[in-house]
Nanobody, 121 residues
Framework: VHVVESGGGLVQAGGSLRLSCAASGSIRRINIMSWYRQPPGKERELVAGLTAGGDINYAEFAKGRFTISRDNGQNTVYLQMKSLEPEDTAVYYC????????????????WGQGTQVTVSS
């Protein structure tokens, strides 16, 4: 099972970016797909999460500016970010709670390698 993020980059304050995260491999079921971020020198924090049933959770700083969505058929989750601020500069990580279709292990969290988002003032 692999989780890969894409879509990061450099954007000016007030701009927008759309991040994508694709899960692939022997997947029986994806339970939750979430975005986290880690600003420079700070702890990793939750940005938004989306369950297979459609329940969504946003961090306070993300409400009204970020939108998480999911394409279940493609095992892909997106994070649309608008009105970006320099404080949004961070490495953004995707994590998927996946039940593999092979092996005897149950569901586990699979993390991507992260994608850098830099917002200039």
């Amino acid at each position: 099972v692999h989780v890969v993020e894409s879509g990061g980059g450099l954007v000016q304050a007030g701009g927008s970016l759309r991040l994508s995260c694709a899960a692939s491999g022997s997947i029986r079921r994806i339970n939750i797909m979430s975005w986290y971020r880690q600003p420079p020198g700070k702890e990793r924090e939750l940005v938004a999460g989306l369950t297979a049933g459609g329940d969504i959770n946003y961090a306070e700083f993300a409400k009204g500016r970020f939108t998480i969505s999911r394409d279940n058929g493609q095992n892909t989750v997106y994070l649309q970010m608008k009105s970006l601020e320099p404080e949004d500069t961070a490495v953004y990580y995707c994590v998927a709670n996946i039940w593999p279709s092979t092996g005897n292990r149950g569901s586990a969290d699979y993390w991507g390698q992260g994608t850098q988002v830099t917002v200039s003032s």
